[in-house]
């Protein structure tokens, strides 16, 4: 008899506390990608509250024209929310030749006009796109 009366508060206080909530994602698609994207199961930008989540830009050449044209589709996924590299906290790049990107580094820095981001750079053997060379993504938060 004690755990019938036990049982109900037990279930209040486990659906009050319950995980199923879903969190609100804005998400941000290219053009020519499908909203329903399945081939490689991902979306451009996932916002989340004031956060972006901007998935990887590539490159399958490291030089200056390489650089700037991932760049420019990163600032054309931050545009999508109204944000500027400014709004960057966190750049994660990953290539196949770390060396090649040092000596061209000062083709992204423009992009940041001095206002740089936390980072982290990666040499990798391979990247998802077997040609690639760079892929570069970023986390950046808007004003709130």
Do not use: C
Not at 56 to 64: D, H, K, L, M, R
Not at 75 to 82: A, C, D, I, V, Y
Not at 85 to 97: A, C, G, I, P
């Amino acid at each position: 008899m004690k755990y019938l009366i036990i049982l109900p508060f037990l279930l209040f206080f486990s659906n009050a506390f319950s995980q199923e909530k879903q969190i609100e994602k804005e998400k941000w698609h290219w053009d020519n990608q499908s909203k329903q994207d399945t081939t490689a199961g991902y979306v451009q930008v996932i916002k989340v509250d004031n956060v972006l989540y901007i998935s990887g830009a590539v490159t399958s050449e490291i030089t200056p024209k390489g650089i700037t044209n991932v760049y420019k589709a990163l600032e054309r996924s931050l545009k999508s929310f109204g944000a500027t590299f400014q709004n960057v906290v966190k750049e994660n790049l990953y290539t196949t030749d770390i060396e090649a990107m040092k000596k061209y580094n000062n083709s992204r820095k423009v992009f940041y006009n001095n206002d740089f981001p936390a980072a982290t750079w990666i040499q990798v053997v391979r990247l998802y796109e077997q040609n690639a060379k760079l892929e570069v993504e970023l986390i950046a938060h808007l004003p709130k």
